[in-house]
């Protein structure tokens, strides 16, 4: 079977961290871009960051810039989002995914992703 696994979420205090990972089996993430997004309550889902099929190119959102960064082990399979300075404002369900296209800078679209994890809730208490 295919997945994308999200874990590291959880409850947190304003201005406190938190580090997602995204594990995936059945499938290589080597030679593709990764993305982050998030969807609130009552919000549609949208885009964090995306780190490129080689590592050497991320790209944020505006509202997390500065605060949350992406990495990726592709020898481990596996995606990360550091999320430092947290707000009540980062609290989502927080998704990687993975493009639909290999050896490209990645996508701030939803449609260029064609593997989805489950999902993590991250809470944010002020």
């Known amino acids: 079977q295919v997945h994308l696994v999200e874990s590291g979420g959880g409850l947190v205090q304003a201005g406190g961290s938190l580090r997602l990972s995204c594990a995936a089996s059945g499938l290589t993430i080597r030679g593709y871009a990764m993305g982050w997004f998030r969807q609130a309550p009552g919000k549609e889902r949208e885009f964090v960051a995306v780190?490129?099929?080689?590592?050497?190119?991320?790209n944020y959102a505006d509202s997390v810039k500065g605060r949350f960064t992406i990495s990726r082990d592709n020898a481990a399979n596996t995606v990360y989002l550091q999320m430092n300075s947290l707000t009540p404002e980062d609290t989502a369900v927080y998704y990687c995914?993975?493009?639909?296209?290999?050896?490209?800078?990645?996508?701030?679209?939803?449609?260029?992703?064609?593997?989805w994890g489950q999902g993590t809730q991250v809470t944010v208490s002020s």
């Open positions: 780190i490129n099929w080689s590592g050497e190119t991320t």
């Open positions: 995914a993975r493009d639909v296209l290999e050896y490209t800078l990645g996508s701030q679209q939803e449609t260029r992703y064609n593997y």
